[in-house]
Nanobody, 120 residues
Framework: QVQLVESGGGLVQPGGSLRLSCLASGSIFTINNAGWYRQAPGKERELVAT???????NYADSVKGRFTISRDNAQNTVFLQMNSLKPEDTAIYYC??????????????WGQGTLVTVSS
């Protein structure tokens, strides 16, 4: 059973930082494209950042210059470093990845989400 498990969310003051992690566990061969999405109360889920298997990144305009997505292929983990956090960054953050199993079958997978609250 393949799972994506996020961690690192929590409560932080405006201007603060958090680092989210997304660990792919189970019969994983590798993670291909991956990304972070978020959903604020009453809003649609939106893309935050993506990273390809080769490390090419893409960011939503609202987080450019503040957030950094990265990955550790050896650990099958994707990270999101969030700096200069604003109250409008408050949301549930979801990890997304196209996982390739040991049987070399690829399919998309979502994590369960981790709550980030930015408030004084």
């Amino acid at each position: 059973q393949v799972q994506l498990v996020e961690s690192g969310g929590g409560l932080v003051q405006p201007g603060g930082s958090l680092r989210l992690s997304c660990l792919a566990s189970g019969s994983i061969f590798t993670i291909n494209n991956a990304g972070w999405y978020r959903q604020a109360p009453g809003k649609e889920r939106e893309l935050v950042a993506t990273i390809t298997s080769g490390g090419i990144t893409n960011y939503a305009d609202s987080v450019k210059g503040r957030f950094t997505i990265s990955r550790d292929n050896a650990q099958n983990t994707v990270f999101l470093q969030m700096n200069s956090l604003k109250p409008e960054d408050t949301a549930i953050y979801y990890c997304y990845a196209v996982v390739e199993t040991l049987m070399r079958i690829s399919y998309p997978k979502w994590g369960q989400g981790t709550l980030v609250t930015v408030s004084s």
